[in-house]
C-alpha cells in the first residue's frame, strides 16, 4: 500500500482542465457539446447552456484560439499567487467558446488581438500549503523566428 | 415578452438620498434609514401607511438587515424583503416594489438599498474559488478587455474613454451628494496610474458607502393618501433580466452589453416609447467604457459611436443625449446596494424640474440601467 500523495499537483479546476499525468505537466481543457443542438461550452456540464437539454457530451478541446482581448492587470484581485502585472487574455477557443486566463511567455509590446495561442499549464503553490494547482493559461502559437525573437525581447526586458 | 404584461399605473412619489462617500463611523442600517426617511419626508407618506418594502444590498453585515434598518422607524409588521442581485440589487427591489403595485398586491411599496463596499479590486467569485488562481475575476480587469477590443474594432482613441471621466467629474462638481466632486483634465485621467490597461484609476468608479430610496404609489391611489400628483413621476417601464445564452460561454458573458440591449428592448415595448423619445439616461458607467456601450446597446447612439458622441459632447449635460447627469457612478461612486435607486433619484429629480444646476430643460422622458455580475440587467423608463 503506497500513501496517497498529498502534494501530487492538482488541476485547479477539474471540471475545465483534466491533468493526464501525475507530474500535472500535461493536460487538457474540456468541453461540453450538446447533441440535441450541437452547441459547445468550455468545462463540463449537466445541462446545456442554450437549450438547457441533458444530453451532453464532455470533450477534450484542442486548446487552440486566438486573442480576442487582453489586458495588463496591474492592481490585482485579492489571492491573486502570481507577479504582478500580469497579463489577462481573452481567447476565444477554435471550438467557440472564450476563455479567460493568462497569457504567459508573451512580451508586452508582442501582444496583438487576433494572434494565435495555445493551452500552457503552469504550477501555482497554494497559500499556506506545499499543495501545488496547475492552472490553464495560454502562450502565443510562435513560428520559428517568432519564437527566438519573443525569447530576445523576453530575455531584453528581464535585464535591468 | 408574455411575462411582461403591464398591471395598473405606478407613479414614484418620493425619492430619498444619503450621500456618497466613506462614512466608517456609521453603520449600513443607519445609512439606509437616513435615505428612507428623506424619501418618505419627500413623498408625504407616513411610515405606518408603508404596506412593504424591498431592501438591496451585496456585502454581509448580519442577516435581515433591511429589517434592523426600518425597525427604528416603528414595528409595523409589514413584509421586508433583502435583495441581493450584485450591481442591480437596488434596481432589483425597485423593480419588485414597481410589480407589487402593478400586480394589484399593494396600493405602496419603498425600495431601498446601501452599501459600505470594501476598498481594492472587487470580485465576484467566493474566496475558495478557482479563480483566485485563474486571474479572471477582478471587474476592472473585465471592462479593459472589453474596452480594448472595443478600441481595436470602432477606432476609439484613448482620449474618448479618458472624456467619460472628465465629463462625469464636471458634472458631479455640481452635486453635493457625489462621492469626488473634484475635476480633472483630460490628461490627469489618462496619467493616473494604470489599474488594468487601457483603463487608468480615474476611468474606474470609486467604491463607495451610500444609501438611495424610492416611495411608489399605484396612480389610482395618489388621492387617497394625499400625494401631490403634480411631483409624481410615471414608470413607463421596469424590466430585469439575467444571463441568456450569446454563443460564447459564461466566461465572457459576464462583461457583455448583450444583455443591455434585451433588457431595453423589452422596456421600450413595455412603454411603447423608443430611443427617439429619450430626453436623458443614467446607465451602469462603473468604469468609462461602459458609459458608451451601453449608450449604443440601448440604441441611444448608432453602434461604434459612442466615443465619437462623447468626444462631439453628444452625451455632456447641453448635448442631444444628457447621459449620468449627476456624475455617474465614477463619480457619484458604487454603492452596490444604493446604485440602481440612486439612478431612479436622479431621473425623477431631473423629471420634476428639481435638479438645480444640473437640469435638463424640458426633460419629459428619462432611462436608467444597471448592470452586474450573473449579468443582470435592469432598465427603467419615467415620463413625467
Ligand atoms: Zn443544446
Known sequence: MTQPNRNKPQSVDSRRLKLTNDAGTQGVLLGSCCRQCGICVFGSASFCQSCTGGDLATVELSGQGILYSYTIVRVPPAGWPGPVP?????????????????????????????????LALAPVKTEGSEAVKVVYKFRPQLTTAGASKARLEAQRKEKP | MSQLRPGREVMVIGVGLHPFGRFRDKDL????????????????????????????????????????????????????????????????????????IA??????????????????????????????????????AGYALRARRYMAETGAPPEALAQVAVKARQIAAMNPFAHRKDTYTLEQVLASRLVADPLTLFQCCPTSEGAAAAVLCAKESLGQFGVDAGRAIRVAAATLTSGSYNGKGSDHSAFSPYRTAQAGQQAYEMSGLGPEDVDLVQVHDAATIAEMQHLEALNLVPPGEGWRATLDGRTALGGAIPTNTDGGLLAMGHPFGATGIRMVHETVTQLRGEAGPRQVPGAQVGLAQCSGAGDVTTVQIFTK
Request: proline share 6%; hydrophobic share 45%; charged share 15%.
Open chain 1, 86 to 118: 500580469y497579463i489577462l487574455g481573452q481567447v476565444e477557443l477554435s471550438e467557440g467558446p472564450h476563455v479567460l486566463a493568462e497569457i504567459v511567455d508573451c512580451p508586452e509590446t508582442g501582444l496583438e488581438i487576433g494572434m494565435a495561442v495555445v
Open chain 2, 103 to 140: 400586480s394589484g398586491m399593494f396600493d405602496l411599496a419603498l425600495a431601498f438599498g446601501a452599501e459600505k463596499v470594501p476598498s481594492g479590486p472587487v470580485t465576484v467569485t467566493a474566496a475558495d474559488s478557482p479563480e483566485r488562481y485563474i486571474g479572471g475575476d477582478h471587474m476592472m
Open chain 2, 29 to 100: 442600517a443607519s445609512l439606509a434609514r437616513d435615505a428612507v426617511v428623506a424619501a418618505l419626508k419627500d413623498s408625504g407618506v407616513p411610515w405606518k401607511d408603508i404596506p412593504v418594502a424591498y431592501f438591496g444590498h451585496v456585502y454581509y453585515h448580519g442577516m435581515s438587515v433591511g429589517e434592523t434598518a426600518l425597525g427604528p422607524l416603528g414595528l409595523t409588521g409589514i413584509p421586508i424583503i433583502n435583495v441581493e442581485n450584485a450591481c442591480c440589487s437596488g434596481s432589483s427591489a425597485f423593480w419588485q416594489a414597481y410589480w407589487g
